[in-house]
């Protein structure tokens, strides 16, 4: 959450936020970890910064380099999709970077990822234009609204989460290709859904931890000026 305030010792907002005192005379001013106060004339000044409680619940700001990750993600699955295969299935790496990071940073990233990896893959492979990260937007609302139910089980839900999402995009790209195609309408290959579910489950499973690891490491703490 991104809070503006004005905290100049007559407004005693930063009073009833943190339940802190501020002697008069002084005035707050975000320097780091722990507050600290300088003395200074009384005057208005907006403190710009992100709570605690964002960074815990998985909601961090995009980055300038997060977009070029996701770029990047969608290069290497565009890359490795024809030739990597694991257990007779293909893994879905776009679908687990947006599903680990709509978990761990929140839904504005998660969509972000979601477009901006999808359409490069789209561009890339031949699937039919918009199919790719349509599908992959539809998986990162439905991860961010499983997660205000089942968010609390950090190490779990992820990786359901990939297992459903997997399921959930390979229906949804089956079903474009046949609106937009003229093939005949054929069995869903459930075996097959069903294991590229599993391996997209596992491959989050996996990458859960590092991943988990290096949001907790670069989450923002300083403030957003």
């Not at 008069?24 to 403190?47: D, L, Q, V």
């Not at 561009?123 to 609204?145: C, H, I, K, N, T």
């Not at 931890?209 to 403030?223: G, I, N, S, T, V």
Request: net charge positive.
């Amino acid at each position: 959450m991104l809070l503006i305030l004005p905290v100049s010792t007559r407004s005693g907002a930063y009073q009833r936020l943190t339940g802190d005192r501020i002697e008069p005379g002084r005035c707050f001013t975000w320097n780091g970890y722990p507050h600290s106060f300088h003395k200074t004339e009384p005057r208005a000044t907006i403190a710009v910064y992100l709570t605690s409680s964002a960074v815990s619940h998985g909601v961090i700001p995009i980055s300038y380099l997060s977009p070029l990750l996701a770029i990047l993600v969608g290069i290497v699955h565009a890359g490795l999709a024809p030739v990597l295969v694991v257990g007779g299935v293909k893994p879905n790496l776009v679908l687990v970077a947006v599903v680990l990071m709509t978990c761990l940073a929140g839904l504005l990233p998660g969509i972000t990822w979601a477009f901006l990896a999808g359409l490069t893959t789209n561009l890339l492979v031949g699937e039919p234009l918009g199919s790719v990260p349509l599908v992959l937007l539809l998986v990162a609302a439905a991860v961010a609204g499983g997660g205000r139910v089942l968010g609390g089980l950090v190490w779990i839900y992820p990786v359901a989460a990939a297992f459903v999402g997997s399921i959930l995009a390979d229906v949804g790209s089956l079903l474009i290709s046949q609106l937009v195609t003229d093939a005949v309408a054929a069995a869903l290959p459930f075996d097959i859904l069903l294991r590229a579910a599993i391996l997209n489950a596992a491959l989050v499973a996996v990458l859960l931890y590092p991943a988990r690891a290096l949001a907790q490491r670069y989450a923002p703490e300083a403030p957003a000026w």
